[in-house]
């Protein structure tokens, strides 16, 4: 079955779906994202990502390209017309083009383009990846200094996970002036004596939209948390560790430049926290 994606107005099967080359995203990657998931047919914090959509775009100085309702209601037809219950839209908005390439923006007045896609996951709940546990590889954090903002930047993290495949492991975090970041496409966390140790917000990380939910149900669940610097050496010797985001929910870490965390195995606090994430989005979702 070909998928139905949106661009710019209009429904079309993916192969009739066109984007000019001079499109700022395809030549300065000068474009913004989100990911939302979709779990039972339904969008998990639509909300947030809007929200933080928004403000990637003011932070560019990028125009919107159409309203928050509108933008709901296109999510929701992709999902209806590619049948999704479980798997991810993607959406970006570029800067457009004016039908050149120049390193000036355009004009104010130039149309952002608007794409989105579904990503068919059947399975994305009760992955066996997150049964398993993810081994992941520290490398160097290069990235430009806005990384909260959601820009489509995203040749290094891509490296990153090679580098990790390479290395025979399924993920990369990220390491800046001895602390780490976080990894190539989720937020980092740690867990000793019982406590969930994870990177305060700032332009060095995402601010990711799990990630607060996250935080907010661990509070809940009155488990301690405290943002905080980390290192890669204080995360070896965790009990346990993960990542969250939007395409893997919360995921165990197991392993961390072959050293096991624990007994090897999904910890505990990150076993709880995705089933906690996942029932409470599923109520929540829209
Ligand atoms: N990535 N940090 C980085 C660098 C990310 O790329 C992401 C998400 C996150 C987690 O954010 P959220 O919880 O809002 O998904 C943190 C998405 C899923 C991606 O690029 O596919």
Redesign the pocket.
């Known amino acids: 079955m070909t998928r139905t994606v949106y661009v710019n107005g209009e429904y079309l099967p993916e192969a009739e779906a066109k984007v000019s080359i001079f499109d700022r995203g395809f030549l300065f990657a000068d474009a913004v994202?989100e990911?939302t998931s979709v779990l039972d047919g339904k969008l998990i914090d639509f909300e947030?990502?809007a929200v933080?959509l928004r403000r990637s775009l003011d932070e560019l100085e990028m125009a919107e390209p159409c309203t928050k309702d509108e933008l709901l209601e296109i999510h929701r037809r992709l999902v209806e017309l590619n049948g999704i219950e479980e798997g991810l839209v993607y959406l970006q908005v570029s800067r457009g083009s004016d039908g050149d390439r120049d390193f000036v923006f355009p004009s104010a007045d130039t149309d952002p383009s608007l794409v989105l896609f579904t990503q068919n996951k059947p399975g994305l709940a009760d992955s066996p990846a997150a049964q398993k546990g993810a081994k992941i590889i520290s490398i160097e954090d290069i990235r430009w200094g806005r990384?909260d903002i959601?820009t489509v930047q995203?040749l290094y993290?891509s490296m990153g996970k090679m580098m990790a495949k390479k290395a025979g492991c399924d993920d990369a975090w990220l390491v800046e002036d001895g602390y780490v970041t976080?990894?190539?496409?989720?937020?980092a966390y740690f867990v000793k004596n019982g406590k969930i140790i994870t990177r305060p917000l700032s332009n060095d990380?995402?601010?990711?939209?799990?990630?607060k939910a996250v935080l907010r149900m661990a509070a809940e669940a009155q488990m301690e948390i405290e943002e905080r610097l980390f290192t890669i050496d204080e995360a070896k010797e965790a009990d346990e560790a993960f990542t969250?985001?939007?395409?893997a929910f919360v995921m165990p870490v197991v392993e961390i430049d072959g050293v096991a965390l624990g007994d090897g195995t999904p910890g505990p606090i990150a076993k709880r926290l995705r089933e906690i994430y996942l029932d409470e989005s599923r109520k929540a979702a829209v």
């Open positions: 994202y990911v947030g990502h933080r990384r959601k995203l993290p976080e990894g190539t496409s989720n937020n990380i995402l601010h990711g939209i799990t990630r969250t985001s939007a395409s």
